[in-house]
């Protein structure tokens, strides 16, 4: 059985990683631009602030982390009346990942990853802007030193260093991931979903068998409820029909298939449940905006 999470990362490519320290000390404000990545930060001493676009400022202590999903502009400070200075301008961060300011009273640890476009949005869509880890929480110290750890492989230089910060921003999502739902945080969402028996279970078997010509009654049968009262539930927690879904991931699977494999458009369709390429191919513009072939094309010449 391949769990719904091992089979969205399946598909995601992290393109960059990066680990920085910043230690400040006095007082301070720094503002940091908005980034189409996911970034971990992890307070290892002092305390500060987050502020975030329309929302009030949230106090971070020692031990705190926080993911960032798809970044928005944000300030860090333990000043929130000082006029924040641009904190990319600030320092010099082509030529070192350590950024020092007026002491070290304050040190924080961030990891910050880029995804592949195409499939980046699978995740980034299922998480809130803001995921808070507090020190009290297991998953906080977790984080903390794994952070640790990808710092000091990044600045090691050693052989086989890119393989190992791929791999482990794939285990800084999933601790951040796992923290969060252990938190009881995660009520709603995709991911929120996926701690639901019964509805991480249907999750389950759209993931672990794509090409079944599932029905709402047939997975509504297997979980044990009613089709009804599982067709609203679905929708309340991941926010789409259970057949909305399905074609989802379907076209998902298929759009990583043409990306890397040479299969035919009729062969993906059987395998993915459809009863002609016609209707895969209407399924796969549906949610891609462009035919099969004319996909493959695109793909083959980019």
């Given at each position: 059985m391949i769990d719904?999470?091992?089979?969205?990362?399946?598909?995601?490519?992290?393109?960059?990683?990066?680990?920085?320290?910043?230690?400040?000390?006095g007082q301070w404000a720094f503002r940091f631009p908005a980034k189409p990545a996911l970034k971990f930060v992890a307070v290892l001493r002092g305390a500060c602030s987050i502020v975030l676009p329309d929302e009030p400022p949230f106090a971070l202590?020692?031990?705190?982390?926080?993911?960032?999903?798809?970044?928005?502009?944000?300030?860090?400070?333990?000043?929130?009346?000082?006029?924040?200075?641009?904190?990319?301008?600030?320092?010099?961060?082509e030529h070192s990942n350590i950024a020092r300011h007026g002491g070290d009273e304050t040190a924080l640890i961030g990891g910050s990853f880029v995804i592949e476009g195409g499939n980046a949005r699978l995740l980034l869509d299922a998480l809130p802007p803001f995921i808070h880890i507090p020190a009290s929480d297991r998953g906080a110290a977790?984080?903390?030193?794994?952070?640790?750890?990808?710092?000091?492989?990044?600045?090691?230089?050693?052989?086989?260093?890119?393989?190992?910060?791929?791999?482990m921003g794939d285990i800084?999502?999933?601790?951040?991931?796992?923290?969060?739902?252990?938190?009881?945080?995660?009520?709603?969402?995709?991911?929120?979903a996926l701690t639901n028996p019964q509805i991480g279970a249907a999750i389950s078997l759209i993931h672990n068998s794509p090409g079944h010509r599932w029905t709402v009654e047939a997975l509504?049968?297997?979980?044990?409820?009613?089709?009804?009262?599982?067709a609203q539930r679905f929708k309340e927690l991941v926010g789409v029909a259970p057949l909305d879904y399905l074609t989802r991931w379907r076209m998902h699977r298929a759009r990583e298939a043409l990306r890397r494999e040479d299969v035919s458009v009729a062969g993906l369709a059987a395998a993915l449940g459809y009863s002609s390429e016609s209707?895969?191919?209407?399924?796969?513009?549906?949610?891609?905006?462009?035919?099969?072939?004319?996909?493959?094309?695109?793909?083959?010449?980019?």
């Open positions: 719904p999470l091992s089979d969205v990362f399946s598909l995601l490519e992290i393109e960059r990683a990066r680990c920085t320290r910043f230690e400040v000390g202590v020692a031990g705190d982390t926080f993911l960032l999903a798809n970044a928005p502009a944000y300030v860090i400070a333990n000043d929130l009346d000082r006029e924040p200075e641009d904190g990319i301008a600030f320092f010099d961060w977790i984080l903390s030193a794994t952070l640790a750890t990808l710092d000091d492989e990044l600045g090691a230089g050693q052989m086989g260093s890119t393989l190992m910060t791929q791999r800084l999502l999933v601790q951040a991931l796992r923290a969060y739902v252990g938190g009881g945080a995660a009520e709603t969402g995709w991911i929120g509504a049968t297997r979980i044990g409820m009613s089709r009804s009262a599982f209707a895969f191919g209407n399924a796969f513009k549906r949610v891609f905006g462009r035919a099969p072939k004319r996909y493959w094309s695109d793909a083959k010449v980019g």
